[in-house]
């Protein structure tokens, strides 16, 4: 890896899509700052889409087996791009085989994968990064370095909120993301997952959750345009209250069933001293307001802080520019390598993966009694 770095793409679905047009652009964004960076190979499911993925995504190989591409020796790093159910044994296989994986969210379908996974890394000298992209926005930086200096003091509560639209249309057919074996869970697994890890990553780690889960469309059809239904086994949307080990209270709520709205995820942080508030839809700029401030004069009231693409050490494009979705992918993934080159522990890596899970399961766990649920120290 000291020459270059080759990336495996295992899926090229959407998201597979953005994470290789992520990885082309890292070198604009921070050139020179790593190994030169090499699109291998691309796996899919057979053989015409993994001959178009390769010509698209400029991968110099094909494949349609996992285990063929990490076996591929001018593959380092690995890309799992899967659907959550495919998450666990491609990371245990390219764990075994020594290589570098990194994960979309969520890190599997349950505690027993994660369990597992966590084992196999335990023996391995290879790491797990996540994707966790949302600690890479510019205001969320900003609200870390915040909350650090103690600008927040004491923090009292907090309320995350990650809500979609989609769902509602009851003539959606089933997929793997509507089937809890195959997902593991619905809108927690897809959306909670985010904002659980904003949570712990800006203020600290669960002690407690006490959730509750709701399923608006209970079978849908097989397939499209079939008229024979299957049951819906996972959750649309989730309400939870939250303790963490700071002693602050807290909500979150996720939901896939939200009318109108796109990518809405909002959090709201009110401490002794100071508060804070983002919202994705206004992602260049972060709300601070300071409790010192009693007056008019002195600056009361909300304080617009602008963070834009502020990305220290990033070339291109300005810090003046708008921020793109694409660009905290890139930013995970850049940060991911820079790791793995300088032989590091990856941020967020494998305990943030696990620390996720554990609180989703914790929150099923509550779903399911009707009461609060302690979780275990990661």
């Known amino acids: 890896m000291s020459e270059q770095i080759g990336i495996g793409q295992l899926g090229y679905g959407s998201i597979g899509k953005v994470h290789t047009l992520a990885y082309r652009s890292i070198p604009f964004y921070y050139p020179g700052a790593l190994p030169e960076i090499r699109s291998v190979a691309v796996c899919t499911t057979n053989a015409q889409s993994?001959?178009?993925?390769?010509?698209?995504?400029?991968?110099?190989?094909?494949?349609?087996?996992?285990?063929?591409?990490?076996?591929?020796?001018?593959?380092?790093?690995?890309?799992?791009?899967?659907?959550n159910f495919a998450h666990k044994s491609a990371i245990r296989a390219a764990l075994d085989a020594g290589k570098h994986i990194y994960c979309e969210k969520?890190?599997?379908?349950?505690?027993?994968?994660?369990?597992?996974?966590?084992?196999?890394?335990?023996?391995?000298?290879?790491?797990?990064?996540?994707?966790?992209?949302?600690?890479?926005?510019?205001?969320?930086?900003?609200a870390k370095q915040l909350?650090?200096?103690?600008?927040?003091?004491?923090?009292?509560n907090f309320q995350f909120n990650y809500?979609?639209?989609?769902?509602?249309?009851?003539?959606?057919?089933?997929?793997?993301?509507?089937?809890?074996?195959?997902?593991?869970?619905?809108?927690l697994f897809d959306l909670g997952s985010h904002v659980i890890d904003l949570a712990r990553y800006l203020i600290a780690d669960f002690a407690q959750v006490f959730a509750t889960t709701r399923t608006f469309v209970g079978s849908r059809p097989i397939g499209?345009?079939?008229q024979e239904k299957g049951p819906v086994t996972v959750d649309d949307a989730v309400w939870m209250q939250?303790?963490?080990?700071?002693?602050?209270?807290?909500?979150?709520?996720?939901?896939?069933?939200?009318?109108?709205?796109?990518?809405?995820?909002?959090?709201?942080?009110?401490?002794?001293?100071?508060?804070?508030?983002?919202d994705l839809m206004d992602a260049n700029w972060l709300y601070f307001y300071n409790a010192a401030r009693t007056d008019a004069a002195a600056g009361a009231g909300w304080t617009r802080l602008e963070t834009a693409a502020s990305f220290p050490g990033a070339q291109i494009p300005p810090a003046r520019s708008i921020l793109g979705w694409t660009r905290m992918h890139a930013e995970n993934q850049y940060r991911f390598l820079r790791s793995i080159a300088a032989g590091s522990e990856?941020?967020?890596?494998?305990?943030?993966?696990?620390?996720a899970q554990l609180v989703m399961e914790s929150a099923y766990e509550s779903a399911a009694s009707g009461?609060?649920?302690?979780i275990p120290r990661v």
Do not use: N
């Open 50 to 83: 993994a001959a178009k993925a390769a010509r698209e995504g400029g991968f110099a190989r094909a494949y349609t087996s996992v285990d063929e591409l990490i076996a591929d020796p001018d593959v380092t790093v690995i890309d799992c791009s899967l659907p």
């Open 106 to 142: 969520p890190l599997c379908v349950d505690m027993d994968e994660a369990r597992e996974i966590a084992a196999a890394a335990e023996h391995s000298r290879a790491h797990v990064g996540m994707t966790f992209d949302y600690r890479f926005i510019p205001a969320i930086a900003r």
């Open 147 to 156: 909350i650090k200096e103690g600008a927040l003091g004491e923090i009292y």
């Open 163 to 187: 809500l979609h639209t989609g769902y509602q249309d009851d003539s959606r057919p089933l997929s793997w993301r509507t089937r809890k074996e195959l997902s593991g869970g619905g809108a």
């Open 224 to 226: 499209p345009g079939s």
């Open 242 to 278: 939250a303790r963490l080990a700071d002693g602050s209270m807290g909500t979150i709520e996720v939901s896939r069933f939200a009318t109108g709205s796109l990518d809405d995820l909002t959090m709201r942080i009110e401490g002794k001293r100071g508060a804070l508030k983002f």
């Open 346 to 355: 990856p941020e967020p890596g494998l305990a943030d993966g696990y620390a």
């Open 371 to 374: 009461s609060w649920v302690p």
